[in-house]
């Protein structure tokens, strides 16, 4: 095991040391791509064996879970837009097949726009649509916000039409110094028209004046032999940092991987020739793949040091700590 022993006074430099020192580290692929792609072809399996049975509720579940793993996926979102279709949520499926088609033109993919298209086409006349009508003294309220389903509904959509799946649908609207207004709906059959007009909302009722607290008086913490002195409070900063710029690292990594995944699909062969664009994803792959790397092992040296100050914080010292832009300073009287 090898001992990190971090100096008193850590400057500038000894990071920017740090930083281009792993600049001219590899890149490496993430170990766990692998288990991600095992894992969404089990549930894409799995979930097709619940269609075949007719379980398509869970079928479509687990289908939701595969395009999360895999959102460039163009197989995966036909699917559960199928599923989606077997289960009745003709505007879930009509919508997943509109994200289907979109990404089988880019992607000059025929076997999937085609079959989406087709099946889009077929659906819309049996949507059902609900439109939302906000009036004019509602839509000038302050802070102003409408939700269906708990998802935002922008002012784009007011008074439009909007495809939504059968079921109950509840509508809330609030906004700064009213009540909230609430009301659901349900959507019985495919095809089915239906208008929500915003009533206007009440005021909200007045809050209770508070009292301001009472002053308690607080003990000082001990000047000597506090468990948390600032070494202590440093370590866990320098800490928090580290964990900070290893999460970075890891969106950058996973931004390189689908890059690269994204290339394979359909833009560059076995042989790593690639079209235009599949040269430009493992362009920006490899970019993102290099940043991933410093930010790992820089944020592996910051957490580090933020575990030898907290380690080796003494408990009757007085240690003065600074904290600036690339630098931390800690001066002690011993």
């Not at 792609?37 to 289908?63: F, H, I, P």
């Not at 890891?250 to 042989?271: I, P, R, V, W």
């Amino acid at each position: 095991m090898t001992t990190c022993t971090l100096p008193r006074r850590v400057t500038a430099s000894a990071l920017a040391l740090a930083l281009v020192t792993v600049l001219h580290q590899p890149a490496h692929a993430d170990p766990l791509d692998a288990q991600r792609r095992a894992s969404s072809q089990t549930l894409y399996n799995e979930a097709v064996a619940e269609m075949d049975k007719g379980n398509v509720a869970s079928a479509c579940q687990k289908l939701e879970e595969v395009v999360k793993l895999e959102p460039t996926g163009l197989g995966a979102k036909l699917t559960l837009a199928q599923c989606y279709e077997k289960a009745g949520r003709l505007a879930s499926a009509w919508a997943m097949y509109g994200v289907t088609e979109e990404g089988g033109l880019r992607e000059k993919r025929a076997d999937r726009w085609r079959p989406a298209r087709k099946r889009k086409e077929a659906l819309e006349p049996r949507l059902a649509r609900l439109t939302l009508v906000v009036p004019s003294e509602v839509q000038a309220l302050s802070e102003l916000a409408i939700e269906r389903d708990g998802v935002p509904v922008g002012s784009g959509q007011w008074g439009v039409a909007v495809p939504v799946d059968k079921g109950k649908h509840t509508i809330r609207v609030t906004a700064s110094g009213k009540e909230p207004w609430e009301r659901t709906i349900e959507i019985e059959e495919d095809g089915q028209k239906l208008e929500v007009a915003v009533e206007t909302l009440g005021d909200a009722a007045p809050t209770a004046a508070t009292k301001p607290p009472s002053e308690v008086p607080v003990e000082p913490p001990a000047s000597s032999g506090s468990f948390w002195g600032p070494q202590r409070i440093a370590g866990v900063a320098v800490g928090t940092l580290g964990l900070a710029a290893l999460g970075v690292g890891s969106y950058f990594g996973a931004s390189a991987l689908g890059k690269m995944s994204e290339s394979d699909d359909g833009h560059c062969d076995g042989n790593s020739r690639c079209d235009p664009v599949g040269r430009q994803l493992r362009q920006d792959g490899r970019a993102a793949g290099d940043v991933s790397t410093v930010l790992f092992i820089a944020g592996g040296v910051v957490l580090a040091g933020g575990i030898v100050l907290f380690a080796t914080a003494p408990s009757s010292k007085r240690t003065e700590v600074s904290l600036g832009l690339g630098s931390i300073q800690m001066n002690g009287t011993f």
